[in-house]
């Protein structure tokens, strides 16, 4: 029996569902949203709402908690690439430096509501090899 179990494990490994959860958020983070399949965009859409929450509260601490949920990677940049990023020039990040900027943007923009950041939508197509209804998970 699955009594108060409430992970929704998707058929893999906690380590491999960690990072499939992460690389999604931050593919919704930077998009806005997302075509997934409907059991993928039911258990992400519990993560998105967090994450926007731990945005909103605007601590060091939600920051950091936010960063380690997103698993952000910072690279190394060079003495020239660095001068650059000074300049203004954000080209020299990867993508995950970028993902913060955006979740700022996320957070003024849910500034003032109270829940519910983001809704599925059921597309009315399948997917092609398994069959599995697609949908998207946009911010509302």
Request: hydrophobic letters at 35%; charged letters at 35%; glycine letters at 4%.
């Amino acid at each position: 029996m699955r009594h108060r179990k409430r992970t929704c494990k998707l058929g893999r490994t906690t380590s491999h569902r960690r990072c499939m959860v992460a690389n999604m958020l931050k593919a919704l983070v930077i998009n806005g949203r997302i075509e997934t399949t409907e059991a993928k965009a039911k258990m992400l859409k519990s993560y998105a709402d967090k994450l926007v929450t731990l945005a909103k509260k605007d601590t060091l601490a939600s920051k950091r908690r936010a960063v380690a949920q997103l698993m952000i990677r910072y690279n190394k940049l060079t003495s020239k690439e660095r001068r650059e990023a000074k300049n203004g020039n954000a080209s020299a990040y990867n993508d995950d430096r970028l993902v913060e900027s955006k979740l700022d943007e996320v957070k003024t923009r849910f500034k003032d509501r109270q829940g519910g950041y983001t809704r599925v939508i059921k597309l009315p197509k399948f997917r092609v090899g398994d069959n599995a209804s697609m949908c998207l998970l946009e911010f509302v």
